[in-house]
């Protein structure tokens, strides 16, 4: 042998040889079946395949383990190998068994491979990995044996649990209902993006559309649908085992040829060149909702199914073996969004009462343009925008706009976004004339929120509310000016007796006189020297100070609280601070350790300057008359479970203070106990009172 091949041959046993993390692991497997020789052994001489998984071979001990029905059944041994890969134990491991008894039970994939971890990145951890791969694999088959894998919750269960997606296919989005048809019908993909096709079962006026084939199974296709075409036509004609029962059982199904054939009929209605799609519906055993799998076969197979249709004329039936034999079928990503497939991820957060409902927004600035745009995302089913603004580009760094919109009216910017967020929301924007449009149209709102910060807005609404026979929930929203951290909410529901002026009038008398609540002071009172901004130089309108990222969480929070009245009868006013340090004139410098007690005053700073920010929750005040309960303090941090459409309960606690010099007043005793807790109702924003120490727009 040559100086060149034998280096070449020592590279290649080098590259044979395990990693030292694989080496250390099976080290660590071995030990452990030592350890515990009746219940886990390692089977025959450990192998390196060609990608560089080093495998094993190992038996448990199963047949003690308790049975239960619909459980998988066990024999005293079962016989697993397991793949280390190269990268292990960065990588979970790959366990498969050597046989197809367990073909059809939830967590095995393709018949054969064993699903021991649903969401790797959370469950496998590389710390001690040979001991957690043991005890992982013992708990899946106890788990199995026992019966407690669901299958209507695995949602890749009907095609072998394994997740058909080749890399550089478009997304098809389905949202429609999957018909009824026969085995053999059309569907057609509307190319949206580069990288989306949406997926619907009637033939829509468009241009450019895709003809899709639809194949509609009876039975599960547990080993999976394959990678190439031959693996297709094969488990479409025989999706389970090749059993004379279960060949009858499928008789009625459609032959490969007669598939093969219909994919050629479709492939001839498209320009050469261009790929066949087809769609591939399996049903579900346990919930008899047939998942979607859409796939299509490159364009050199395309068109071979073309010229074999050409000639064979009209009526001929092409076979399988005339194509090529490996010829691959490319799996698109799906994002199935049918309502029996897909639930809402906010489906059990306050947010979700918005879903379905008729909102107005007035006031498309500061706070309105996130408010928007978080009622958009809750599934609004229509929101109304109303401002008669234009965009600027000093306000993109805190509305909700982009450079684009610069020079825009802002509703209609704004409904621009909004349309992009959601195929079903319908909007409408008032930009002319906003304020006689919004009030002819108010009545059809279930919602209406106000952040405007306008006093005219304000007595205006408080006439409407007065005189209108059917009334929406109306909302007032604002944040300060110093900082834009605090926010108010007045909230009045359609069975209040007042507007939100009386709201906003009781509310103001409980903050200014309880001093726990001296720090919301700011919305009943003048600005002072410093608080406003002047964004440019010139005649330029002071504005208040905020970030977007200050601005967005205002507002988010206000939205949720705000979910919290639709369907209930309950109003009041919220009051929030997000947990952001405050600028101070002075501030003791503070040191634990000197700390004494001769020093109580700077002990209860230091106190609230650790404990402020975390504990800080929305603070609401109780409405006069509305039979408040009364209850004992409790801890700030507890949580406050509540029925569906229902405010939760006050309760009785103390905010946590916060000193801010100069803004401190006294005053009587308020009749009513400030609450801190999760979210509750209150009464709302005076027009006289509104002035710029509250702002949402500019």
């Known amino acids: 042998m040559s100086k060149a ?53 190992l038996r448990l001990a199963t047949g003690r383990m308790p049975h239960a029905d619909g459980g998988l059944r066990l024999r005293d041994w079962e016989q697993v190998k397991v793949g280390l890969t190269p990268i292990f134990p960065l990588s979970p491991p790959l366990v498969a068994v050597e046989h197809y008894r367990f073909l059809g039970h939830p967590h095995v994939l393709a018949g054969h491979r064993l699903c021991l ?21 013992w708990d899946w088959f106890t788990d199995a044996a026992a019966g407690k894998f669901d299958a209507s919750l695995a949602l890749y269960h009907p095609v072998g649990g394994v997740l058909h997606e080749t890399p550089g296919t478009p997304v098809v989005v389905v949202r429609d209902d999957f018909p009824d048809v026969g085995p053999l019908s059309n569907a057609y993909l509307v190319p949206r993006t580069g990288q989306r096709l949406d997926l619907t079962w009637s033939a829509p006026d468009a241009e450019g559309i895709f003809t899709a084939r639809v194949i509609r199974l009876r039975d599960p296709l547990y080993y999976s649908a394959g990678t190439t075409l031959k693996d297709l036509l094969e488990v479409v004609a025989r999706p389970r085992r090749e059993t004379a029962a279960a060949m ?35 049903p579900h055993t346990a919930t008899n909702v047939h998942h979607l799998l859409t796939g299509r076969l490159t364009p050199a197979v395309s068109d071979a199914l073309r010229s074999a249709a050409a000639r064979g004329g009209p009526i001929h039936v092409i076979d399988p073996s005339d194509l090529l034999r490996d010829a691959p079928v490319e799996w698109c990503a799906m994002s199935d969004e049918r309502p029996q497939i897909s639930i809402r991820r906010d489906e059990n957060r306050p947010v979700h009462a918005l879903h379905g409902k008729c909102v107005h927004v007035w006031g498309c600035g500061g706070i309105g343009s996130w408010v928007a745009e978080f009622v958009a995302r809750a599934g609004a089913a229509e929101i109304t925008l109303c401002d008669t603004g234009r965009v600027a580009g000093g306000l993109l760094v805190r509305q909700n706009y982009v450079e ?9 910017a704004l409904g621009a976004r909004l349309r992009s967020i959601s195929d079903t929301l319908t909007v409408h924007t008032h930009a002319d004339h906003a304020l006689k449009q919004a009030t002819e149209e108010w009545q059809n709102a279930d919602v209406l929120i106000d952040a405007t910060v306008n006093t005219t807005v304000a007595h205006l609404l408080d006439k409407l509310f007065s005189e209108g026979a059917k009334k ?12 834009g951290t605090f926010g108010i909410m007045s909230v009045v529901t359609p069975q209040h007796p007042s507007g939100l002026s ?53 507002a988010a929070s206000l939205v949720s609280l705000l979910a919290l009245h639709v369907g209930s009868e309950q109003s009041g006013t919220h009051l929030i601070a997000l947990p952001a340090r405050r600028r101070r004139r002075s501030r003791p410098q503070l040191h634990p350790d000197r ?22 929750t929305p603070v609401a005040l109780c409405v006069p008359g509305q039979g408040r309960p009364s209850s004992p303090c409790y801890p700030r941090n507890r949580e406050v479970s509540r029925g569906k459409g229902v405010i939760p309960p006050s309760f009785a606690v103390q905010p946590e203070r916060w000193d801010d010099p100069g803004s401190r007043s006294s005053g009587p005793g308020a009749e009513l106990t400030p609450c801190a807790c999760r979210a509750m109702g209150r009464d709302l924003v005076p027009p006289h009172r509104l002035s710029s120490s509250r702002d949402a727009v500019r």
């Open 5 to 57: 091949g034998r280096k070449q041959g020592k590279r290649k046993q080098r590259q044979a040889a395990p990693t030292p993390s694989q080496a250390v692991a099976a080290l660590g497997i071995r030990a452990l079946a030592a350890s515990h020789p009746d219940d886990l052994e390692v089977v025959g001489d450990d192998t390196l395949d060609d990608g560089g998984v080093y495998v094993m071979t």
């Open 248 to 282: 009858a059982l499928h008789r009625g199904w459609p032959h490969a040829d007669t598939v093969l054939t219909a994919l050629a009929r479709t492939a001839q209605r498209s320009a050469d060149g261009t790929p066949v799609y087809f769609v591939v519906g399996v």
């Open 595 to 616: 700390m004494t007690a001769t020093a109580p005053s700077a002990d209860r700073r230091l106190r609230n300057l650790i404990h402020g920010a975390l504990r800080r």
């Open 472 to 483: 929406p929930v109306v909302a007032q929203m604002a944040t300060d000016v110093r900082t």
């Open 502 to 554: 009386r709201v906003d009038q009781a509310a103001g008398r409980r903050v200014q006189g309880d001093t726990s609540l001296e720090r919301f002071q700011v919305f009943w009172r003048e600005p002072v020297a410093g608080d406003e901004l002047v964004p440019a130089r010139g005649c330029s309108v002071p504005t208040f100070h905020g970030s977007s990222a200050d601005l967005a969480a205002v």
């Open 404 to 412: 684009d919109d610069i020079g825009k009216n802002k509703a209609d």
């Open 117 to 137: 971890y649903l969401d790797p990145q959370r469950e496998w951890h590389p710390d001690s990995a040979p001991l957690r791969l043991v005890n992982r694999l």
